[in-house]
């Protein structure tokens, strides 16, 4: 590490570095850093995590067989037709935009392994959920991820299809991570039931 610029910071002082850039820094006395940021996934991570994804949907059927197997000499080798059978096995594992897509949905909106939701101890009713949120609006548990795209809903790591109405209530509960209560009191029931149910996991609660 060769660095290109070098400076020390007086007491008031703030040295702000953009991303990409490389750096080592040094407490010469008492300080305070902040690192701000979100580190983008690589593109093997996206890989892995795909092949996963592909690996919990994949239903391949048949078995290898290879009845007309003659004696050898060779017993070590991996004969030709082998390999054109496990290749032919190996080509039902397919994905097409749709399965990109859930699987993108998913694997933005999960949680990290050390996140937990507490659902609430009792619960609400449906019909009491109403009526509260229907009075103070609702918002999302900071861990909630709720994503959507033009087909689905994806919240923590599962996806839910749109319903037929309610459409935009949910879109806005995604990007504004609450309701106002005047929306919430025109919520259909089909949409507030989906709503109760992610309540009851603890994904949200009245505002």
């Not at 059927?61 to 017993?75: H, I, K, N, Q, S």
Request: net charge negative; aromatic share 10%.
């Amino acid at each position: 590490f060769e660095p290109e610029h070098d400076h020390v910071l007086a007491p008031g002082d703030m040295l702000y570095l953009p991303p990409q850039y490389a750096h080592d820094g040094v407490a010469v006395d008492e300080c305070t850093t902040y690192s701000i940021g979100f580190r983008a996934a690589s593109s093997q991570e996206y890989a892995v995590a795909f092949l996963d994804f592909l690996r919990d949907g994949i239903a391949l059927e048949g078995r290898y067989a290879d009845p007309d197997l003659a004696p050898t000499r060779e017993p070590a080798r991996i004969p030709a037709a082998m390999r054109k059978q496990v290749s032919s096995m190996l080509d039902g594992v397919t994905w097409d935009a749709s399965t990109v897509a859930r699987f993108l949905g998913a694997f933005l909106s999960e949680p990290k392994p050390a996140v937990t939701f507490d659902p609430p101890r009792p619960p609400l009713s449906r019909a009491a959920f109403a009526r509260r949120v229907a009075s103070r609006g609702l918002v999302l548990d900071r861990k909630t991820q709720l994503l959507y795209d033009d087909d689905a809903l994806y919240v923590n790591g599962e996806r839910c299809a749109w319903p037929a109405e309610g459409r935009d209530a949910l879109a806005r509960i995604a990007n504004a991570r609450a309701l106002p209560a005047g929306d919430c009191a025109a919520l259909p029931g089909p949409t507030l039931a989906r709503i109760h149910a992610w309540y009851c996991d603890g994904y949200l609660s009245p505002a």
